[in-house]
């Protein structure tokens, strides 16, 4: 891609709201992972004939949080619309949703995020935000649409709460709308509104243009760094298609993950006809200042100021504070969790930046695992034996590889034979001590070298154990011929 | 035996005689053996076994004093309200096989009243129609003249109350389906006002236009359903917040009327559809409403002209949105699918298994939906039923009631109206107005031509049910005609 192709991008964020403990119009169980197929299901998300929905108000508490949040406007009356399009995943074959237009309203409209990229700041608008809910799920057997000879259905998902973000096409690079949605996905996490790691909790539509070219679709991307890909991706593909002079027509693609490339989905030569119009089940309901208010003072603080307190309050870089920050709340949290018990910030702040993501990233576990193995209470052992100079910041790496990879404790370590040159130290200390207290075994062991062992032995109850025996022997040795001399 | 017409009268036998419930349970399955052949107002009855074990649990909790308020009560459902473990078929082949997993709101209330559902009534498909000549299954027959239509599209339930098949009945009304089959077998119906009963596993059709409402023998028979039945229910959200007061309605029945009756005539109720003998007996029921001091007055309202086709594009559109569900694949008419396209096997289901007034409704309510006709049929239509609403409040603001014929023309014969759609919507011109307004309208049986019944409406302020009930026991007891008994089944009372 030449630097200078122009290009405008748009995203469409859905986010669950996680947090909620029911579906959006029933009272289902919001979190219906890991259960049989069918099971998290009633009358009103199978849309049976007959059943009516109720919206779930903390729906709307959470959603106002967002549009507080990205400083949108929030409008007077919240209206459900019905979006008609048959497909299966869709048990009313229609989903109630908002909609800007035709009697209808989204519950908040305009706003903004401010964006980080290298050092430049920037303003990327956001057009609305929707409350509407999750479709089911279809499976195919083999995994593939074309190979299965039937499909499956689950609607645990359907009815879960769900906000779509609508920005402005504001982005000007891939690596922007990445840093874009890292910085949105933070904001919700922060609000407590979505927890990003659960798998199809944040999921991406791209809307994209290269000059002269018309806008294509790409529906269905997972994390921001495969929405940086599919728009590279598609860059590439439709500057390939203008050099060779031809046209790059609207279109819906959908983004292969396992082979990284776009594939075409349909044409989209006219507007899908979805038939907007007020669900006539749910009246408008009308949102008072009073509440905005409300859940204005309940929000809690947004990852900007984060950023800019840690930066203050503890001396942090810029990148450490932003890292620590926007790639997850609970490395955050950690951070200052370990922070409070021990000091040494900026050491805990590459702990968790350097080691525990690298190995986080490399093992595939998520973030929250990772932290449930490298704990405060670990981290702050981690943090004295490096001030007390027991571990070496080389080997300190090695410990956290293996805390992460094996969930083991640092003191657990020190037994197995993770022991550093610092720990030479302090081990030809304790043997001074041994040394010093038995006097005759010393002898012994001179003329013996079998009576070593004993020496060995004495060292090892000295440090519970935790001394290397080989090292140990080695150290004794070397240290009886210098006795000799 | 005795035959109770009425529930006030099955209950004074119940509580006399607690065994009697068994006794009325035989004699109404006598009656639809003999009587049902003929006008098949059931789609689904259930056994008389079946409902003798729930008459022997009723009548024990009569004797441990736990029991209900419809002790004794065989009601007959409209078979768009869902019914656990009753199939529920809305009279479509969509549903024939349908068994719901759960109870409608009022079925629930019915029951802890220790009320039995005797059976499903037949019905207009999907409630569309005024005839009951859309089910998909069967007609039903007007038990006044075999030949002719009962109205709809509750015609099972009008059909089963007057021809003594069932104690009472639940039908639903989005645009005169309980008061046209009402006003057909001279039975009391109401449609009440929005918000008022629960739509909560009512099928929908058009659910900003309709509501369950009794059809009953008797004013005071609609007044205990409707304590029954109506009242809050967090599962419906257009469900009005007011407590439920047990026996609020049932007390209307005995209070006085308290002033001079201001009665309002709408001209345009009367267009030129009007036959002349529904015209001369809604007159001269006036005149005796007069005669005894009834303040009657007529009043113009120029845009009820437009309530037809204000009605059939909302209900149309709301229409073709909820019966998008029907696709064949998770319950209802199934058919084969192996090696089809879902899209193919929608159209197939759907082709297949709605009738031609359903797809009709389907296809319009699509048409005035979609992008670019939006504004000019559903926004315009929307707007247009706000102003009609806005003239009968300000009427109702200085009147008590509005009066009309139920229906404009006598019951059709079979055939007569259903071959010609706008024929057909026009018998609705005069029952729409309180569906788009959602105020309440009851039909009381007001005489006969021959033996055709002919229906007087009412229709009052929002959730004025006390008033209008009132108001209508008063006309019932003038007019001395409830309960009225059709010819072929008199010989059971």
Redesign the interface.
């Known amino acids: 891609m030449s630097k200078n192709t122009r290009v405008k991008i748009g995203l469409e964020v859905h986010v669950q709201i996680t947090s909620l403990r029911t579906k959006l119009f029933c009272s289902c169980p919001s979190n219906y992972r890991g259960k049989p197929p069918n099971s998290n299901v009633c ?1 009103v998300c ?10 779930n108000r903390e729906a709307i508490r959470e959603a106002l949080k967002v549009a507080l949040a990205l400083n949108s406007k929030i409008n007077k009356l919240l209206i459900f619309t ?1 979006k ?1 399009y ?1 497909y ?1 995943d869709l ?4 989903q109630i949703s908002q909609y800007d237009g ?2 209808s309203l989204p519950i908040a409209k305009g706003g903004f995020i401010r964006i980080e990229n290298d050092s430049l700041s920037k303003i990327v608008r956001i057009r609305r935000i929707n409350i509407e809910e999750d479709p089911g799920r279809i499976t195919y057997p083999t995994g593939s649409i074309v190979t299965s000879p039937y ?1 499956l ?1 689950d609607y645990n998902r359907s009815g879960v709460a769900l906000l779509e973000i609508v920005t402005e096409p504001d982005l000007e690079s891939p690596k922007e709308a990445r840093i874009f949605i890292s910085k949105l996905v933070s904001i919700l996490e922060h609000l407590g509104v979505t927890n990003p790691e659960l798998e199809g909790a944040v999921r991406v539509d791209a809307n994209i243009s290269i000059e002269g070219g018309e806008r294509v679709e790409i529906k269905n991307i997972g994390s921001p760094k495969d929405v940086e890909k599919a728009l590279q991706y598609e860059i590439a593909r439709q500057s390939a298609i203008v050099k060779s002079g031809g046209s790059v027509n609207r279109e819906t693609r959908h983004w292969d993950k396992g082979k990284g490339i776009t594939v075409s989905s349909r044409a989209k030569e006219l ?1 899908e ?1 979805y ?3 007020p669900d ?4 408008p309901i009308p949102i008072s200042s009073d509440l905005i208010d409300e859940v204005r003072s309940t929000l809690p603080e947004l990852p900007g100021d984060r950023i800019k307190r840690l930066m203050s309050e503890y001396g942090l870089s810029k990148y450490l504070a932003h890292v620590v920050v926007i790639r997850s709340k609970l490395l955050a949290d950690a951070f200052e969790s370990a922070v409070r018990e021990c000091g040494n910030a900026s050491t805990i702040a590459s702990i968790l930046v350097n080691e525990l993501l690298r190995w986080v990233d490399e093992c595939g576990i998520t973030i929250e695992e990772g932290l449930k193995r490298l704990t405060t209470k670990r981290i702050c052992k981690l943090v004295r034996y490096l001030k007390e100079k027991k571990l070496s910041s080389k080997l300190i790496k090695e410990y956290i590889k293996k805390i992460i990879t094996e969930d083991i404790d640092p003191d657990d370590l020190i037994g197995k034979g993770y022991v550093s040159i610092m720990d030479l130290e302090y081990l030809s200390n304790v043997i001074e001590e041994v040394f010093k207290e038995n006097p005759k075994a010393v002898e012994d062991a001179k003329k013996n070298p079998k009576a070593i062992n004993y020496l060995v032995g004495q060292v090892m109850k000295k440090t519970m154990g935790k001394a290397d025996p080989q090292l140990t022997y080695e150290l004794i040795n070397k240290r009886l011929k210098e006795n000799v001399c | 035996m005795k035959a109770p017409l009425t529930i006030n009268e099955l209950k004074e036998y119940v509580m006399n005689d607690p065994d009697f419930i068994l006794e009325y349970v035989e004699k109404i399955y006598d009656v639809i053996s003999s009587i049902e052949p003929k006008v098949r107002a059931f789609i689904t009855l259930r056994p008389r076994e079946e409902v003798i074990r729930d008459a022997e649990a009723v009548i024990a909790k009569i004797k441990s004093r736990t029991a209900g308020y419809l002790v004794g009560c065989l009601i007959a459902v409209k078979d768009n ?2 019914t656990k473990g009753i199939r ?1 078929t ?1 009279a479509s082949r969509m ?1 024939q096989d ?1 068994v ?3 109870n ?1 709101t009022v079925v629930e209330r019915l029951r802890e009243e220790d009320a039995i559902i005797i059976g499903k009534t037949n019905m207009d498909e999907f409630a569309m129609g005024s005839t009951t000549e859309n089910s998909a299954f069967f007609s039903t027959r007007n038990p006044w003249d075999l030949t002719r239509v009962p109205g709809g599209s509750s015609g099972g339930s009008a059909t089963a109350v007057a021809a003594l098949e069932a104690t009472a009945s639940l039908g639903s009304d989005t645009g005169g389906s309980i008061r046209a089959p009402a006003a057909y077998t001279a039975t009391v119906g109401l449609k009440p006002s929005y918000g008022l009963v629960s ?6 059709y ?3 236009l309709e509501q369950i409402g009794p059809i009953c023998r008797s004013v005071s028979d609609v007044a205990v359903l409707l304590d029954v039945i109506s009242g809050f229910d ?5 469900s009005i917040k007011r407590g439920r007061q047990r026996g609020f309605y049932t007390a209307c029945m005995e209070r006085e009327l308290e002033s001079e009756i201001k009665v309002a005539i709408i001209r345009e109720m009367f267009s030129d559809g009007i036959e002349a003998p529904v015209k001369t007996i809604f007159n001269s029921v006036l005149d005796k409403l007069e005669s005894n001091g009834f303040h009657v007055e007529e009043v113009s309202v120029p845009e009820l002209k437009y309530a037809l086709p204000t009605y059939y594009i909302i209900a149309t ?2 229409a ?2 909820n019966l ?2 029907y ?1 064949g ?3 209802g008419y199934h058919i084969v699918v192996e090696g089809r396209s ?2 193919d096997v ?1 159209s197939d289901v759907r082709s297949t298994a709605f009738g031609d007034e359903v797809k009709r409704r389907i296809l319009v309510g ?1 048409f005035v ?3 670019g006709y ?1 504004d000019e049929y ?2 315009r239509a ?1 707007k247009v039923r706000r102003v009609i609403r806005d003239r009968l409040l300000r009427i109702l603001s200085s009147f008590d009631v509005i009066a009309s014929p139920t229906m404009p023309v006598l019951p059709p014969r079979f055939g007569e109206r259903i071959t010609d759609p706008l024929k057909l919507y026009a018998m609705d011109v005069n029952t729409v107005p309180a569906n788009l307004s959602g105020l309440p309208a009851i039909s009381l049986p007001a005489g006969f031509v021959g033996n055709l019944p002919v229906g007087f409406q009412l229709m009052s302020k929002m959730f004025s049910e006390c008033e209008l009930l009132t108001i209508s026991k008063f006309i019932e007891d003038l007019l001395n005609i409830a309960p009225a008994i059709p010819e072929l089944v008199r010989h059971h009372v």
């Open positions: 009358p199978l849309g049976l004939p007959g059943a009516l929905p109720v919206v019905r008609h048959f299966p048990p009313k074959n229609y035709m009697g499909t259905i507007e006809d038939r907007y119009f006539p089940d749910l009246p | 309200i869902i529920t809305c549903l349908f719901p997993p759960y409608a739509r909560f596993g009512l099928i929908a058009a659910n900003s967090p599962r419906d959200s257009t559109a709301e073709s949105s998008a569900r696709d694949i998770r319950y879902w899209y929608y699509s939906l979609s992008a939006y559903y926004l929307s």
